[in-house]
Nanobody, 118 residues
Framework: QVQLVESGGGLVQPGGSLRLSCAAT????????MGWYRQAPGKQRELVAT???????NYGDSVNGRFTISRDNAKNTAYLQMNSLKPEDTALYYC????????????WGQGTQVTVSS
């Protein structure tokens, strides 16, 4: 069974920070590209960040410079450090794992809610 479990979401004030975690089981974690995506009500899902098995990173334009994706292969966990949060960052944040040598090996977590509000 493949399982991705997100944690760390919550309510934060504008300008604040949160650190999301994604714990993975059922995959050889170090071989997968990990990613974070988000979706707000009534809007399309958008890319937040990805990190490859070689630790190459990519960021969506809306978060570049504020968010940092990382991974700890020894803990089978990916992280998203979110700084300088804005109300526009409010969304359900999903963790993704993809084995790029076989793209159908693609898995999603259930999501964790991030709300940025005064």
């Amino acid at each position: 069974q493949v399982q991705l479990v997100e944690s760390g979401g919550g309510l934060v004030q504008p300008g604040g920070s949160l650190r999301l975690s994604c714990a993975a089981t059922g995959i050889i974690f170090s071989t997968y590209t990990m990613g974070w995506y988000r979706q707000a009500p009534g809007k399309q899902r958008e890319l937040v960040a990805t990190i490859t098995s070689g630790e190459h990173t990519n960021y969506g334009d809306s978060v570049n410079g504020r968010f940092t994706i990382s991974r700890d292969n020894a803990k089978n966990t990916a992280y998203l450090q979110m700084n300088s949060l804005k109300p526009e960052d409010t969304a359900l944040y999903y963790c993704n794992a993809e084995f790029r040598a076989a793209h159908w090996l693609n898995f999603w977590g259930q999501g964790t809610q991030v709300t940025v509000s005064s």
